[in-house]
Nanobody, 115 residues
Framework: QVQLVDSGGGLVQAGGFLRLSCVAS????????MGWYRQAPGAQRELVAT???????NYADSVKGRFTISRDNAKNTVYLQMNSLKPEDTAVYYC?????????WGQGTQVTVSS
């Protein structure tokens, strides 16, 4: 079992930045994939960015060039640096981890971007 605690959301103006963090309850070295998904009101949950244990990254087209994912396995933590935020980035952001073929979710952190 893996517990994920995500944080760092908030209210920011368009063009601003935020940094999300997610800490896992197990060693980061044992987690295959860590990443972030988001869900806006009335929409399905969608991929934002993921990073494999081997540091391969995958980004949604809508965030490429603005968001950067990183992970520190020694700290069991994944980060999402979000720059040039837009109102359409407003959503609840969920940390995700896949370990031994099982997926786990954080509780979510709200990101609101005002125009």
């Amino acid at each position: 079992q893996v517990q994920l605690v995500d944080s760092g959301g908030g209210l920011v103006q368009a063009g601003g930045f935020l940094r999300l963090s997610c800490v896992a309850s197990v060693s980061g070295f044992s987690i295959n994939v860590m990443g972030w998904y988001r869900q806006a009101p009335g929409a399905q949950r969608e991929l934002v960015a993921t990073m494999s244990r081997g540091s391969e990254t995958n980004y949604a087209d809508s965030v490429k060039g603005r968001f950067t994912i990183s992970r520190d396995n020694a700290k069991n933590t994944v980060y999402l640096q979000m720059n040039s935020l837009k109102p359409e980035d407003t959503a609840v952001y969920y940390c995700y981890a896949r370990r031994f073929s099982r997926g786990y979710w954080g509780q979510g952190t709200q990101v609101t971007v005002s125009s």
